[in-house]
């Protein structure tokens, strides 16, 4: 069956890094889209907002934390069983931040090791393109969910060059 988008919702994701004793920074979903999965830390964009201004803002009201550093490192193209709007959520890689992460109404932030992701508590596609992001490769992907959000019922993960400004659907691989 084709998978027809309709239409596209702009999305930020920031995962912060302690590269220097391999950990990253996660956050359980405590509300909304997402409950009770550990996420990196984003969200919608604001009307006037770019989606840096965004992940910027998110990671300050999500972690109580102001990254020094953000670099877009991906772009995920998710799209749902019998749901014509996809969600293109533009991730980035932080390594340097000011503060103190704090639990907040939406996220209880917490470290982990980069051997000890808990990948049975996130979403079914990290662990797909968690080893690019970890690497500091650039990517694209796309995941196609089944209608319960629980399993990936196709995927395309290319390493590219260049994070382009956005998805653009021409190019998708699954169609």
């Given at each position: ?8 919702k702009?999305f930020t ?14 956050g359980m ?30 990671l ?9 550093d953000m670099d ?29 992460p ?11 090791s980069?051997d000890?992701?808990?990948f049975d508590?996130?979403w ?9 992001f ?5 990517f694209?992907g796309?995941f196609h969910f089944s ?12 390493e ?8 653009d659907?021409t190019?998708?691989?699954?169609a």
């Open positions: 069956m084709p998978i027809i988008i309709e239409k596209k702009l994701l920031v995962l912060t890094l302690d590269e220097k004793n391999r950990k990253i920074l996660l979903k405590k509300r909304g889209f997402g409950l009770n999965k550990w996420n990196g830390f984003g969200g919608k964009l604001e009307p006037g907002e770019t989606i840096v201004q965004a992940a910027y803002r998110e300050e009201e999500e972690a109580m934390i102001q990254a020094v877009k490192i991906g772009i995920n193209l998710f799209t749902f069983e019998n749901d014509p709007v996809a969600l293109e959520v533009h991730v980035f890689r932080s390594t340097e931040y000011k503060g103190t704090t639990e907040t109404e939406e996220m209880r932030p917490e470290w982990f980069y000890n992701i808990p508590t996130m079914p596609d990290d662990r797909i393109w968690f080893p690019l970890l690497k500091g490769q650039q694209l796309e209608e319960d959000q629980k399993r990936v019922l196709e995927q395309d993960l290319r590219v060059s260049h994070v382009p400004e956005e998805y659907l190019q998708r691989k699954l």
